[in-house]
């Protein structure tokens, strides 16, 4: 729990410099608590293009900071916690999409935000879960080199049929969501309610829920509809996310559901980063160029 006084603390910082935090969903709710904007990849890479701050502070996992970067060259973009970083993002390499490039020489490249900025700087189109579909199904290609995530590849390919979807690596998940099992499913429809998975979750569990949905919509759809009871199967911090926004309703998660690196950024982390500017993001400005060209055509396909 979050003092008064490390409230306070940051809201002078954040005056004092002319910053801005931006925090995930699946953080902790003490970061929630001090966060100018609390949203998915999708609405924090869109908020990092449009805010006027000079400082951006990115309470999420390295990549988040580094879209943040190539979004905004000219703002400072600091993550308090350098070493947060998002195991999936590290199944891909640019060597890997070259080899495909070579195989596949027809198709076309889109690479998940959770990925490097170097797999960023050679792909053609980046995509969140949030806007997947939108954009495969925007480019005139017909085959698709898909990476790092062989879960959200098998639901773009359910919900894109006339297109090819070749994912690469063959074995790229997050272990957050590869962990749910079956008997999740039914402990779930036992206790009644409704099915929220994200589409980094396995097969076998997207097929047995009720909606998949990036964290972004999740919010929307529960906006929308009278169902008092959710069963949310994503990282849990975003179960108490939910709970807080809409706290007449009920939200159920696995409490192993946890994203270790997630959950590393602390309010004494945002503070010691925003006292000594700790933990700035520099990338090289070449590599940094063609993955911003990746990052603003998804932007305008959004
Ligand atoms: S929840 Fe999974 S995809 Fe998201 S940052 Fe953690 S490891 Fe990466």
Same mark, same amino acid.
């Given at each position: 729990?979050?003092?008064?006084?490390?409230?306070?603390?940051?809201?002078?910082?954040?005056?004092?410099?002319?910053?801005?935090?931006?925090a995930h969903n699946y953080?902790?709710?003490?970061?929630h608590?001090?966060?100018?904007i609390i949203g998915d990849s999708l609405e924090l890479?869109?908020?990092?293009?449009?805010?006027?701050?000079?400082?951006?502070?990115?309470?999420?996992?390295?990549?988040?900071?580094?879209?943040?970067?190539?979004?905004?060259?000219?703002?400072?973009?600091?993550?308090?916690?350098?070493?947060?970083?998002?195991?999936?993002?590290?199944?891909?390499?640019?060597?890997?999409?070259?080899?495909?490039?070579?195989?596949?020489?027809?198709?076309?490249?889109?690479?998940?935000?959770?990925?490097?900025?170097?797999? +960023?700087? #050679?792909?053609?189109?980046?995509?969140?879960s949030g806007? *997947?579909?939108? /954009? $495969? !199904? %925007? &480019?005139?290609?017909?085959?698709?080199?898909?990476?790092?995530?062989?879960?959200?590849?098998?639901?773009?390919?359910?919900?894109?049929?006339?297109?090819?979807?070749?994912?690469?690596?063959?074995?790229?998940?997050?272990?957050?969501?590869?962990?749910?099992?079956?008997?999740?499913?039914?402990?779930?429809?036992?206790?009644?309610?409704m099915?929220l998975?994200h589409?980094?979750?396995?097969?076998?569990?997207?097929?047995?829920?009720?909606i998949?949905a990036s964290t972004g919509k999740m919010i929307q759809i529960i906006t929308e509809t009278?169902e008092?009871?959710w069963?949310i199967?994503t990282?849990?911090g975003m179960a108490k996310r939910l709970q807080a926004l809409f706290p007449?309703k009920?939200f159920?998660?696995? +409490?192993? #559901?946890?994203?270790?690196?997630?959950?590393?950024?602390? *309010?004494?982390? /945002? $503070? !010691? %980063? &925003?006292?000594?500017?700790?933990?700035?993001?520099?990338?090289?400005?070449?590599?940094?160029?063609?993955?911003?060209?990746?990052?603003?055509?998804?932007?305008?396909?959004?």
């Amino acid at each position: 729990m979050i003092s008064d006084d490390d409230i306070q603390i940051i809201h002078h910082l954040k005056i004092e410099l002319h910053a801005k935090i931006l925090a995930h969903n699946y953080q902790i709710p003490e970061v929630h608590a001090v966060a100018d904007i609390i949203g998915d990849s999708l609405e924090l890479a869109l908020a990092a293009r449009t805010t006027d701050a000079e400082i951006l502070v990115v309470c999420g996992v390295s990549f988040m900071a580094e879209t943040a970067k190539i979004l905004n060259p000219e703002k400072r973009v600091f993550i308090p916690v350098p070493d947060a970083g998002c195991p999936l993002a590290e199944y891909l390499t640019p060597d890997i999409i070259a080899k495909y490039q070579q195989k596949y020489p027809e198709a076309a490249v889109v690479v998940y935000v959770n990925s490097s900025s170097a797999c +960023k700087a #050679a792909t053609d189109i980046v995509c969140t879960s949030g806007n *997947a579909l939108r /954009i $495969i !199904r %925007s &480019l005139p290609h017909t085959t698709i080199i898909f990476g790092p995530d062989t879960n959200l590849a098998g639901y773009v390919r359910e919900q894109v049929p006339d297109k090819e979807i070749i994912a690469i690596p063959a074995n790229g998940h997050c272990y957050v969501h590869q962990q749910f099992t079956s008997d999740d499913i039914r402990t779930a429809r036992e206790m009644g309610g409704m099915i929220l998975a994200h589409p980094e979750c396995p097969e076998h569990i997207r097929h047995n829920a009720d909606i998949v949905a990036s964290t972004g919509k999740m919010i929307q759809i529960i906006t929308e509809t009278d169902e008092p009871v959710w069963h949310i199967f994503t990282e849990e911090g975003m179960a108490k996310r939910l709970q807080a926004l809409f706290p007449n309703k009920k939200f159920y998660s696995n +409490k192993n #559901a946890i994203c270790r690196d997630m959950h590393k950024t602390t *309010a004494s982390d /945002i $503070i !010691r %980063s &925003l006292q000594n500017l700790q933990g700035e993001i520099i990338l090289d400005e070449e590599s940094t160029r063609s993955a911003r060209r990746a990052l603003e055509r998804m932007l305008k396909a959004s």
